[in-house]
């Protein structure tokens, strides 16, 4: 359920007022997602999303925002902020902030297929180069600072094996950061949920609240993460291999790239390890959150160490 703040006909209509948006047809709200109110738009301009804000504040969102607005300039399907009449992006509605963006086509798909790995690929490779000209910055909410913070909390709730197993990977991987990779935006959290697919082609990339600036290979770590497992967690190197041979073509990796892919597989599945731990043991008070599983990337992290040659080019 997603609706978590309720905004009326008479409500959007006066806010819609504000903007050269024509007038409202219909107002929907979307059952998904789990962090934002969401309702679809139809106005007689077109389709659009409008979005409430539950958790970031108006300090953190001209960063995303503007993300967007860059990338959908440079031809990335994703939501493209529209202004408002005094040329903001960001306004308020019903006390929560809130802004209107264009509404992408597709659907999101649970099972890829090659070529759907494919087109996701070369999209996340044109994305990070599309970002190269963003000029924000913004430091990763989910780093190693964070991992090493959260992995301390949650390691209480956890059988031995495991917490030794969590601190280990945490403490290998503050000694070892990745460096000396390429750097730009980066999505963060590219699962199969947030990229709407119309048939093969990539219809839209959404969810970019997670986005800042790191390893582009990190991004690519965490999309193969999702996107390319087997049921019992581990890479399917067809899809692997056609997701980064995409990938390449449009932004071609270096060597340095090439020699730490394990680790950054490692990483990436470290991070939603802890994410998932500390969102099943630590909710949030007053979250509705199922919980996703954290034994499904615990196992492809075990995975990914058992294999010190993972799928590549
Ligand atoms: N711009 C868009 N165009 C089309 N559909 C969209 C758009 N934005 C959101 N949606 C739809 O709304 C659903 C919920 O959006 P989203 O995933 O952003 O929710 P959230 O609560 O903000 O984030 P989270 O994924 O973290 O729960 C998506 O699964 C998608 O179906
Ligand atoms: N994509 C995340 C949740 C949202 O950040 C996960 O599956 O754990």
Redesign the pocket.
């Known amino acids: 359920m ?1 609706v978590f703040t309720r905004v009326s006909e008479a409500d959007i209509a006066a806010w819609l007022s504000n903007y050269s948006l024509g007038t409202l047809i219909e107002l929907q709200g ?1 059952p ?5 109110t ?1 309702y679809f738009v139809t106005t007689s301009n077109g389709r659009f ?1 409008l ?1 409430l804000f539950e958790k970031l504040t108006s300090d953190d969102l001209p960063f995303f925002l503007n993300l967007m607005a860059h990338l959908a300039r440079h031809g990335i399907p994703c ?1 493209c902020p529209v202004a408002d009449k005094q040329n903001h992006f960001l306004g308020k509605l019903n006390d929560k902030p809130a802004c209107i ?4 086509s597709g659907k ?1 798909v649970t099972q890829p297929n090659t070529a759907q790995c494919a087109a996701v690929g070369a999209m996340l490779g044109q994305m990070h180069s599309a970002g190269q000209s963003f000029g924000d910055q913004m430091l990763n909410p989910r780093g190693s600072s964070w991992r090493a913070e959260a992995a301390n909390k949650v390691k209480r709730f956890l059988p031995a094996q495991d917490a030794a197993l969590l601190e280990s990977e945490v403490a290998l991987h503050a000694a070892n950061p990745l460096n000396g990779l390429p750097r730009g935006i980066i999505h963060a959290d590219l699962f199969r ?2 990229v ?1 697919m119309d048939g093969e082609h990539v219809g ?1 990339l ?2 970019f ?1 997670f986005a800042c600036t790191g390893n582009l290979l990190y991004d690519v770590a965490i999309t193969v993460n999702d996107w390319c497992m087997t049921p019992e967690g581990k890479l399917d190197a067809t899809h692997t291999r056609a997701m980064l041979n995409a990938y390449h073509a449009a932004r071609p990796f270096t060597a340095r790239e090439a020699e730490a892919w394990p680790m950054a597989l490692r990483v990436a599945a470290l991070r939603f390890w802890i994410s998932r731990l500390y969102d099943l043991y630590l909710p949030r008070e007053g979250e509705m959150v199922h919980p996703h599983n954290p034994e499904q990337f615990k196992r492809i992290l075990q995975n990914h160490i058992a294999t010190p040659q993972p799928a590549w080019l």
């Open positions: 997603a979307i998904a997602g789990i962090e934002n969401n999303v979005t939501p963006v264009s509404r992408l999101s949920d947030n709407l839209g959404i969810d609240y």
